[in-house]
């Protein structure tokens, strides 16, 4: 199923830049923490908003998606589709964010 080579496994999380930009020019992308979004956990995409808008300027919840994996992980989850639920009031170290602008 997985025809890349394995990469190193650091045991820890890396310096932003570590790795080679994507074709987005996004460095950092899977594997290093679990991506906090802002979007409210939901189940599946079904009436997700096509407007630009997140899910949670829609809608309350106690459980946003993270997306990624972390260094922590199995290689299989580390990946943008990869989603987990996590819980508003908890973190650790392997659960960060992305600052994102608009140039």
């Known amino acids: 199923f997985y025809h890349e080579p394995m990469g190193k496994n650091y045991g820890k999380t890396t310096p932003v830049g570590q790795f080679p930009a994507n074709g987005f ?18 189940g599946n995409y079904r009436h997700a908003p096509n407007d630009g808008m997140t899910w949670s300027q829609r809608r309350m919840s106690a459980y946003r998606v ?3 994996g972390s260094w922590h992980d199995i290689p299989a989850t580390c990946r943008s589709a990869t989603r987990l639920k ?7 170290e392997t659960i960060g964010f992305r600052v994102v602008t608009a140039l």
């Not at 996004?26 to 979004?37: A, F, K, Q």
């Not at 996590?86 to 650790?92: A, C, I, P, Q, R």
């Open 25 to 42: 020019g996004l460095t950092d992308m899977h594997g290093n923490l679990w991506e906090w979004c802002a979007d409210v956990w939901h």
């Open 66 to 68: 993270g997306r990624g």
């Open 86 to 92: 996590l819980k508003v009031s908890e973190g650790d």
